[in-house]
């Protein structure tokens, strides 16, 4: 008799190659087709799992292909712990190494954008920066805590408006622009995740705030990447969502 | 073992949040699952929190392997604990399955053989649960697919001598009963005769589909569909032999519209209802 070890070791080789684990009995001989219902509950739950996650690379290949996708990204890529909503970070490389992909190299940043929506949803709680206690600060000496929902990335493809193409309700007739694009994704005041445009400059000086450099420093390095930047429109916009938070108590 | 109040829950999604609050408290507990809210922050913890505020929570756990045959995932007891701590739920239940194995989390609620090898496993996982978390938890009756030619002890024998050795109590899930006892080709009627009732701290009521192999009926629990009518039966004579206790009709998959939920709610308290009317007439 093998031990519970050795069982459950066979069983959960079993799921991959469909290999009955030891002592399977079943009246009639089809213990198969019986094992197979754990097969598809592991395979099918993960891949809604990775679905509800990326339901735009869903809609983008379809759900035919998403479930056979599902399936061999959750044989190679187990989660890790059953905390399902921080599985699935290593998806968007993942697609980008996917042969049958590989003619659609906005995949992985698309993916990249819905693991950041994710993150934002599940972030942390903090309350927001009241504007009034850094009214009148010196530049050179503010530093400013963002948000931990808030985060900024930077695509080589069209990778945001094809998201927003297939959002529901949008409209699939705009066009595709050529050249990166860069996205602020944060969760605002109401709890909703926020996605959106922003320049070169203003991603450089989200990346320095976010390393604790001064608000004058991070505009500095922001204007000398990306020339003529002006910081106010981003500064704003954070402010207003509720981007900036009180500094931890130190 | 549990404080929920005897009387009718549901499973909470949080797309029916805003019908909830917009309807009169009808729910005596929501359930939820605890994986679910393992998250720092945002929508999952401010609708608990508020869901919280008036109602009765059953935080139940998908995914501690106690079934397993490693050691119990330390970091994700410690993830239960402070759910524990934050929101003090009425109960906390597990299942008599495993889904781990190793570094790998396989998301499903997996069989084990039933041998005085794996009994002591169990008890083992389910003292240091109630050790970590200072309370007595439920253990749920599993759906199988499967029998195991080394099973060596029934079910509700194994469950009795689990509760005998740990001193938790048990979630029954009449669904459960029926899928497994129709995937065995067996009465669920025996099962339930046998099945040690005075542990039963809540009841479970689901869905399942029904296929159709060679060898007989298979029926899977997929709780996305209205629970079925033999279900209902099974149900109404447990809580005629044991009185009204907390009973929680669960809906995970294709999650209907809440009023489709509020009604099935509204059977299994009919159910409850007529055996303490019947109950209060013997008295």
């Known amino acids: 008799m093998p031990s519970h070890p050795e069982f459950a070791g066979s069983f959960a080789e079993g799921l991959r190659t469909a290999a009955l684990p030891p002592g399977a009995v079943f009246c009639d001989g089809d213990a198969d087709l019986r094992f197979a219902v754990y097969r598809n509950n592991v395979s099918h739950s993960l891949s809604e799992a990775l679905g509800q996650r990326f339901p735009v690379i869903r809609r983008l290949v379809g759900d035919p292909f998403f479930a056979a996708l599902g399936r061999v990204y959750s044989e190679t890529h187990r989660p890790r712990t059953p905390v399902l909503l921080d599985w699935g970070d290593s998806f968007p490389d993942f697609l980008a190494g996917f042969a049958p992909l590989a003619g659609y190299p906005y995949m992985r940043d698309v993916a990249r954008l819905e693991w950041a929506r994710g993150r934002a949803y599940h972030a942390a709680d903090a309350a927001p920066l009241d504007p009034a206690a850094v009214a009148g600060a010196d530049p050179s000496r503010l530093v400013l805590t963002l948000h931990p929902s808030v985060q900024v990335l930077q695509f080589g493809a069209a990778a945001l408006t094809i998201w927003r193409q297939n959002q529901p309700g949008a409209d699939a007739a705009q066009r595709i622009p050529s050249g990166d694009q860069f996205a602020l994704v944060l969760r605002d005041r109401s709890l909703a995740v926020q996605v959106h445009e922003i320049s070169q400059g203003d991603l450089i000086l989200v990346e320095h705030l976010a390393t604790g450099a001064t608000l004058h420093a991070a505009a500095e390095l922001a204007q000398w990447a990306d020339p003529g930047h002006a910081p106010q429109t981003v500064l704003v916009l954070l402010m207003q969502a509720g981007g900036f938070i009180h500094p931890p108590e130190s | ?283």
């Not at chain 2, 490693?70 to 970091?75: A, C, E, N, Q, T």
């Not at chain 2, 997996?110 to 389910?126: G, Q, R």
């Not at chain 2, 080394?150 to 194994?158: L, N, P, R, W």
């Not at chain 2, 294709?254 to 109950?279: F, K, M, T």
């Open chain 2, 1 to 283: 073992m549990t404080h929920l109040p005897s009387g009718v829950g549901v499973g909470f999604k949080s797309a029916h949040f805003e019908a909830i609050r917009a309807s009169a408290r009808q729910m005596d507990f929501f359930e939820i699952h605890a994986e679910n809210y393992m998250g720092a922050g945002g929508v999952p913890h401010a609708q608990l929190t508020a869901l919280r505020e008036d109602h009765a929570i059953s935080l139940h756990g998908v995914g501690l392997s106690i079934g397993g045959p490693g050691p119990l995932d330390r970091d994700h007891l410690e993830r239960l604990r402070a759910l524990c701590l934050r929101y003090q739920p009425e109960s906390f239940s597990e299942h008599l399955a495993w889904s781990s194995h190793g570094t790998e989390y396989l998301n499903d609620l997996l069989p084990l053989p039933y041998t005085p090898e794996t009994l002591a496993l169990v008890c083992d996982h389910i003292d240091e649960v109630q050790e970590a978390l200072g309370r007595r938890m439920l253990l749920e009756n599993p759906s199988t697919y499967l029998m195991f030619e080394q099973s060596s002890i029934e079910e509700t024998a194994f469950l009795r001598e689990i509760v005998r050795r740990t001193g938790c109590g048990l979630l029954l899930d009449v669904n459960n009963v029926f899928v497994s006892a129709a995937n065995q080709q067996r009465d669920p009627r025996a099962y339930l005769a046998d099945f040690p009732v005075e542990a039963v701290g809540e009841i479970h009521l689901g869905g399942h589909d029904e296929d159709h192999l060679p060898g007989g009926a298979l029926l899977i629990d997929t709780h996305g569909s209205p629970v079925a009518e033999p279900v209902w039966t099974l149900f109404a004579e447990v809580i005629a032999r044991i009185g009204a206790c907390p009973v929680l009709v669960e809906w995970d998959n294709d999650v209907p519209e809440w009023p489709v939920l509020q009604a099935e709610a509204a059977r299994a308290r009919s159910v409850l209802n007529a055996a303490g009317h019947r109950h209060a007439l013997a008295s």
